[in-house]
């Protein structure tokens, strides 16, 4: 029997994932949660100095086969990247 899980399941980083924000939850509306609770797929990309080099957290674009299980209620979630990344693969497929 297939469990609201098994989607989130499909991401590579889910056994090692801590956050508590999922876009591949289909009960994503009903969650909540700081913007740190966010899956990397959801967040901007933040960049930040620490001693004299630069990191950028967030901003991942997701893996083509894993926009195609978002589901559609989500695609509002995911970062822009991520969704101008989803615009394309949408054109592609109808041309």
């Given at each position: 029997?297939k469990?609201?899980i098994d989607?989130?399941?499909?991401?590579?980083?889910f056994?090692v994932?801590?956050?508590?924000?999922?876009?591949?939850?289909y009960?994503?509306?009903f969650?909540?949660?700081?913007?740190?609770?966010?899956?990397?797929?959801?967040?901007?990309?933040k960049k930040?100095k620490?001693?004299g080099?630069?990191?950028?957290?967030g901003?991942s674009?997701?893996?083509d086969?894993?926009?195609?299980?978002v589901?559609?209620?989500?695609?509002?979630?995911?970062?822009?990247?991520?969704?101008?990344?989803?615009?394309?693969?949408?054109?592609?497929s109808?041309?």
């Amino acid at each position: 029997m297939k469990t609201n899980i098994d989607n989130p399941e499909r991401c590579s980083h889910f056994s090692v994932c801590s956050r508590n924000l999922c876009v591949l939850d289909y009960e994503l509306k009903f969650r909540t949660g700081k913007n740190s609770d966010r899956c990397r797929f959801m967040r901007e990309p933040k960049k930040a100095k620490i001693a004299g080099k630069e990191f950028v957290s967030g901003g991942s674009v997701m893996p083509d086969v894993l926009l195609n299980f978002v589901p559609s209620e989500n695609i509002d979630s995911l970062n822009e990247a991520s969704r101008e990344r989803l615009k394309e693969l949408s054109s592609e497929s109808h041309t």
